[in-house]
């Protein structure tokens, strides 16, 4: 059974950072890419950074500069450092995996709000 389960969310102050972790099991985590989306009440799920099976991140324009992905295949963890948090960035935090269209799973999501 693939889990995917999504930690580290919760509240936070504008300015304030957060990491986040996604810890997956059922899968061979290092054929994966490794995805973190994020969905606003009343707003469409939007893609904030990707890292592939290589490493290589990409972020989204939405939060450039501000966060960091990474994975640590051993511990089989995808993580997401967000830095000067906006009371915008409030969302659900999902994280994905995919390996091709026949194999990519959802986490449950992660609560972050930003507010003082």
């Known amino acids: 059974q693939v889990q995917l389960v999504e930690s580290g969310g919760g509240l936070v102050q504008p300015g304030g950072s957060l990491t986040l972790s996604c810890t997956a099991s059922g899968i061979m985590f290092d054929m994966y890419d490794m995805s973190w989306y994020r969905q606003a009440p009343g707003k469409k799920r939007e893609l904030v950074a990707t890292?592939?099976?290589?490493?290589?991140?990409n972020h989204a324009d939405s939060m450039e500069g501000r966060i960091t992905i990474s994975r640590d295949n051993a511990r089989n963890t995808a993580y997401l450092q967000m830095n000067n948090l906006r009371p915008e960035d409030t969302a659900v935090y999902y994280c994905?995996?995919?390996?091709?269209?026949?194999?990519?799973?959802w986490g449950q999501g992660t609560q972050v709000t930003v507010s003082s």
């Open positions: 890292i592939n099976l290589s490493g290589v991140p």
């Open positions: 994905y995996a995919k390996r091709n269209y026949l194999l990519q799973y």
